[in-house]
């Protein structure tokens, strides 16, 4: 496959030893980076407990869903969707940062594409509920600046967490988007942290911003700012499968499947049907999702403060290090993937249950009209897979270089796990450096 394909072409090319030689004459200690990541860390702590306590209490062996719970779920005829071309934009206009800055077409770009499109079908579901997000909020800031109401704008906010609240447990595609778009909105504020407080990595940036402007013209660019606009529509396709398909399933496990009654009467096990398998199937792909970006915000949050505390050139093995040498890669990884698996799970699921209807319907139909989402989905666990694992690859090479003589690395490594890798040449560095890898460093 080629590099320009999906987003793929990995545009930089670094010089490790020049890029260590600088990093050695930064400050070992900055207070200031410490001080704010101490105030940062609990406060992104509380945030993963709130969401990770959502979902879990959603998917617990709970009794059945009320009359009004069982009522919110959209049935899939009200629930309009933004359009492809308008998602399609989404994800271009944020990439185009990169014109202005090369590394912001895939930092900031690829934070605000997720989150953005994330949050427009998050929108489409709710409203679709009757449980609109920032109900008002349109109104309170229109006023001008002496009639501002700051007291509506809580309360909008106070609303949407309610409303989201009911929402979640109620609706598995709402859930994924929730999942998506936190993604995209934390990775947006670990990038400005670092940007702001960590040297290095405005250093690194300027570096990268030298080599584009050697490559020529800005929009010389524009080939990898278009695939890489496409990666990130294609990475958020799953989502489109979910609401498209099952917009009806809540992540509420239903007591006929914890009881082992077959729903839909088909063959499964343990009086299990397969359809309730599959079911059970697609809310864990959810689940695993999320886990996966938890696992990789945990590591940026733990990665930040060790270094804040013990300076830039130390090697951090606490923590969530102590068991993923590269946790913000191999969370992704696992995140991208599942949330690609849960679109096909659902296809599938739907498949199943058209077949065992007594109204009946055509797969064909349905394998048809999902192909192009489940194509585009494929593409972008692909995608980002390769980048991130090769990614991996190329960090385990370095710190191999620079730490691989010392106790605490060798002893490390012998208890971590390092994710995914590629299997690289001896003593040589497989990672051409990509603009996508400055996640971690």
């Given at each position: 496959m080629?590099?320009?394909?999906?987003?793929?072409?990995?545009?930089?090319?670094?010089?490790?030893?020049?890029?260590?030689?600088?990093?050695?004459?930064?400050?070992?200690k900055r207070p200031a980076a410490a001080t704010v990541a101490e105030l940062l860390g609990p406060i992104m702590l509380m945030a993963l407990t709130v969401i990770t306590s959502t979902v879990s209490n959603a998917v617990t062996k709970a009794?059945?869903?009320?009359?009004?719970?069982?009522?919110?779920?959209?049935?899939?005829?009200?629930?309009?969707l933004p359009t492809v071309t308008r998602l399609a934009l989404v994800c271009l206009l944020p990439t185009l940062l990169g014109y202005y800055k090369s590394e912001y077409g895939v930092s900031y770009g690829y934070g605000t594409a997720m989150a953005a499109s994330s949050y427009l079908i998050l929108v489409s579901i709710a409203n679709a509920a009757n449980l609109p997000l920032l109900p008002g909020l349109?109104?309170?800031?229109?006023?001008?600046?002496?009639?501002?109401?700051?007291?509506?704008?809580?309360?909008?906010?106070?609303?949407?967490i309610q409303n989201l609240k009911v929402l979640l447990p109620t609706s598995l595609s709402a859930c994924h988007a929730a999942i998506l778009l936190f993604y995209g909105l934390r990775l947006d504020i670990f990038l400005l942290y670092r940007e702001v407080f960590i040297v290095r990595f405005r250093v690194m940036r300027e570096r990268i911003e030298d080599r584009a402007k050697k490559q020529g013209n800005r929009l010389n660019r524009t080939p990898f700012l278009l695939s890489c606009a496409f990666l990130y529509f294609c990475m958020m396709s799953p989502l489109l499968i979910t609401c498209?398909?099952?917009?009806?399933?809540?992540?509420?496990?239903?007591?006929?499947?914890?009881?082992?009654?077959?729903?839909?009467?088909?063959?499964?096990?343990?009086?299990?049907?397969?359809?309730?398998?599959?079911?059970?199937?697609?809310?864990?792909?959810?689940?695993?999702?999320?886990?996966?970006?938890?696992?990789?915000?945990?590591?940026?949050?733990?990665?930040t403060v060790g270094k804040a505390w013990q300076g830039e050139d130390a090697l951090i093995t606490g923590g969530i290090f102590r068991f993923f040498r590269h946790p913000n890669y191999t969370g992704e990884v696992i995140g991208w993937v599942s949330s690609c698996l849960a679109g096909f799970l659902a296809v599938l699921w739907k498949t199943v249950?058209?077949?065992?209807?007594?109204?009946?319907?055509?797969?064909?139909?349905?394998?048809?009209?999902?192909?192009?989402?489940?194509?585009?989905?494929?593409?972008?666990a692909i995608g980002i897979s390769f980048v991130l694992v090769t990614a991996t690859t190329g960090l385990e090479f370095r710190q191999k270089e620079k730490y691989g003589d010392t106790e605490e690395y060798k002893k490390w490594i012998k208890k971590s796990w390092v994710g995914f890798k590629m299997a690289s040449k001896k003593g040589k560095d497989p990672e051409p450096k990509s603009e996508l890898q400055l996640v971690e460093s």
């Open positions: 080629k590099k320009s394909h999906v987003g793929l072409r990995l545009a930089l090319r670094s010089n490790s030893s020049n890029a260590s030689k600088k990093q050695k004459g930064l400050k070992s009794p059945a869903l009320t009359a009004s719970a069982a009522n919110i779920i959209t049935p899939p005829s009200l629930l309009v349109k109104d309170c800031i229109s006023l001008s600046v002496s009639s501002f109401q700051s007291a509506g704008i809580l309360s909008s906010l106070q609303t949407t498209q398909v099952c917009n009806d399933i809540s992540m509420t496990i239903p007591p006929s499947l914890l009881g082992g009654t077959s729903l839909l009467g088909l063959g499964g096990v343990g009086g299990i049907s397969i359809t309730s398998i599959l079911e059970l199937l697609l809310r864990s792909s959810i689940v695993v999702t999320l886990l996966g970006f938890l696992l990789g915000a945990l590591g940026d949050l733990n990665k249950r058209i077949s065992s209807s007594a109204v009946g319907g055509s797969n064909v139909a349905l394998w048809k009209s999902m192909s192009p989402y489940l194509l585009t989905s494929l593409m972008g």
